[in-house]
């Protein structure tokens, strides 16, 4: 079992930035992949950005490559997503989410956090 806490959303301008935090918790992370998925109302949800617990590779969608930034900091067991150059189409619940082995972009993850709104006006 994994538990995660996400933290870090909200209202941002055009243009603006905001850092997205995941706590996780519940059993070693060595074996753990980790992502971040939005979904905006009338659509699907979609992958973000992944990373392995254990790994140096990180993966991202198309549209946020050199925008977002996906990290995570070992002592406090968190991953973040940092979030640049924001546009209104990144509006969205943001999820993080995690699983035990498998590919990092694909869609089936066990564990999921409760979410977090982002709202980027124009």
């Known amino acids: 079992q994994v538990q995660l806490v996400e933290s870090g959303g909200g209202l941002v301008q055009a243009g603006g930035s905001l850092r997205l935090s995941c706590a996780a918790s519940?059993?070693?992370?060595?074996?753990?992949?980790m992502g971040w998925f939005r979904q905006a109302p009338g659509k699907e949800r979609e992958f973000v950005a992944g990373l392995r617990w254990s790994g140096s590779s990180l993966y991202y969608t198309d549209s946020v490559k050199g925008r977002f930034i996906i990290s995570r900091d070992d002592a406090k067991n968190t991953v973040y997503l940092q979030m640049n150059s924001l546009k209104p189409e990144d509006t969205a619940v943001y999820h993080c989410?995690?699983?035990?082995?498998?590919?990092?972009?694909?869609?089936?993850?066990?564990?999921w956090g409760q979410g977090t709104q982002v709202t980027v006006s124009s």
């Open positions: 989410a995690a699983k035990i082995g498998g590919l990092v972009v694909s869609m089936d993850y066990a564990y």
């Open positions: 519940g059993r070693t992370l060595s074996s753990v992949i």
